[in-house]
């Protein structure tokens, strides 16, 4: 096995390129898309639902829950869109806020 002495290791790299607000905010929103796309996806398949018929339920398209799924969409998914697919999937939707620091 060879082995490369100026390989910076993985996680540390990201760590240093996660300092810059840019790149973070970026990283942040692209986050968070991946896991409502879990999240809404998740709630179908327990449901036993097809994207076809979640979307019927919902009062949209399958392409749009196709698009959400995929993380595929370079848009955020409002926050109606995705309470109506989690309801229609029989799911609830929860919010919270959750502090980093004690004010």
């Not at 096995?1 to 905010?25: G, V």
């Amino acid at each position: 096995m060879k082995k490369y002495n100026n390989i910076t290791e993985a996680k540390s790299y990201f760590t240093q390129k996660l300092k810059n607000q840019t790149i973070k905010s970026f990283y942040d929103e692209e986050k968070t898309k991946s896991d409502i796309a879990r999240m809404i996806r998740t709630a179908r398949e327990k449901s036993g639902l097809s994207q076809r018929e979640l979307a019927k339920k919902a009062g949209t398209t399958q392409a749009v829950v196709s698009r959400i799924e995929s993380g595929g969409d370079s848009r955020m998914p409002s926050l109606t869109l995705i309470y109506r697919l989690l309801t229609a999937s029989d799911a609830k939707l929860e919010l919270k806020c959750i502090f980093e620091k004690a004010a």
